[in-house]
């Protein structure tokens, strides 16, 4: 029999009474345990160093001197999910923006919180489960003379539609290949880390350094590092990186 799974949680809040309600619904999840809990964003950077690594950070955003947004991508360094918990819904945008996890508004109610963890981890236990089933390369025809040729799915950045034939682009290099994004989104089909954002571009989210509005920045060399998000795929992206 497996072991059970366990995840780590951190609480930021400055009021007292809002970490112990979190305190509280993290000790009622049987897969959640309680770890530290700081009251302001500069405590939370000291003791988060000394934990080193967390699965679950709750972090409030308006608090003095540091708020949490400021604070998102540093929180990103030491956790799995980073869910934001607040009492203003305006921060939601900037929460996404910053690849939160999830974002929940205060008061929060047990049964909310519960699906939203219980999303969080079983997606988790999905992608583990599909990265695990599924094939880490694909066979496909490129070049000049239409060899085939293996791809490393792990080092795929994103696959451009062209005038004739889409391109994809790994660390590497690009390819030309002989065939339809239709026919390469299903080839993707379980790894669930490539999503299509636009009719003509589907990306690796494990590339995605920056989201601004409707334009994504990846991790790549070329200078022309930017893709546009359609407003068609732009809640379908989200819920892929938000878990929502």
């Excluded at 540093?74 to 921060?91: E, Q």
């Excluded at 900037?94 to 996890?101: G, R, S, V």
């Excluded at 519960?114 to 999905?126: C, G, P, S, V, Y």
Aim: hydrophobic share 40%; glycine share 4%.
């Amino acid at each position: 029999m497996s072991q059970k799974t366990i995840f780590s949680c951190v609480v930021i809040d400055d009021e007292p009474h809002a970490r112990g309600a979190v305190e509280e619904m993290i000790e009622k999840h049987p897969k959640l345990q309680w770890v530290a809990s700081f009251a302001s964003g500069q405590e939370a950077l000291l003791g988060l160093e000394e934990l080193n690594s967390i699965d679950f950070i709750f972090s409030d955003i308006d608090m003095p001197e540091i708020n949490g947004i400021e604070l998102g991508k540093t929180f990103k360094n030491y956790c799995r999910w980073l869910i934001y918990i607040t009492a203003h819904d305006a921060y939601a945008l900037e929460a996404y923006d910053l690849l939160a996890d999830a974002f929940l508004l205060k008061p929060v109610a047990f049964s909310t919180f519960l699906e939203k963890i219980n999303h969080i981890i079983d997606k988790q236990r999905l992608n583990d489960s599909n990265y695990s089933n599924a094939k880490d390369y694909m066979f496909i025809k490129a070049g000049a003379n239409q060899a085939y040729l293996r791809i490393d799915l792990n080092r795929l950045i994103c696959i451009d539609a062209g005038d004739h034939y889409p391109t994809l682009i790994t660390e590497e290099k690009k390819f030309t290949v002989y065939t339809t994004m239709k026919q390469l989104e299903e080839e993707l089909t379980q790894r669930s880390e490539f999503v299509r954002i636009h009719r003509s571009c589907i990306i690796s989210i494990n590339y995605v350094e920056k989201i601004e509005g409707n334009t994504i920045s990846l991790r790549m060399d070329d200078k022309d590092n930017t893709r546009f998000v359609s407003a068609s795929y732009r809640d379908m992206l989200f819920k892929l990186l938000l878990g929502k």
